[in-house]
């Protein structure tokens, strides 16, 4: 069974940066897509970035375009999000997930097979 574990959150004023890191356990991924999803309180999960497993197709939700970059690194089994100039609006829990056997980009949560336990993110001054 595979494990995600988001690392790289915590607390950034705005303008800020983060990069989140997302390792899978127990099995490698190089294949199935990947993405990552938000959910900020009292909203439902929004869609970020989700890349393919070569990482040649890429696709982003509205929200996030421009500030966030979505890589991998199939060697290590990590998935990364790279955040630039954060605001406030930005605060929210990130989760990672993965499409087993999927080789096709995905955007919505049923599409999605495996979950990390998800990593808070504060945007505040």
């Known amino acids: 069974q595979v494990h995600l574990v988001e690392s790289g959150g915590g607390l950034v004023q705005p303008g800020g940066s983060l990069r989140l890191s997302c390792t899978a356990s127990?099995?490698?991924?190089?294949?199935?897509?990947m993405g990552w999803f938000r959910q900020a309180p009292g909203k439902e999960r929004e869609f970020l970035a989700s890349?393919?497993?070569?990482?040649?197709?890429?696709h982003y939700g509205p929200s996030p375009r421009g500030r966030f970059t979505i890589s991998r690194d199939n060697a290590k089994n990590t998935l990364f999000l790279q955040m630039n100039n954060l605001k406030p609006e930005d605060t929210a829990v990130y989760y990672c997930?993965?499409?087993?056997?999927?080789?096709?980009?995905?955007?919505?949560?049923?599409?999605?097979?495996?979950w990390g336990q998800g990593i808070q993110v504060t945007v505040s001054s």
């Open positions: 997930e993965a499409a087993i056997g999927v080789t096709d980009i995905a955007t919505t949560i049923d599409e999605y097979d495996v």
């Open positions: 127990d099995r490698t991924l190089p294949s199935d897509t």
């Open positions: 890349i393919t497993g070569s990482g040649q197709y890429i």
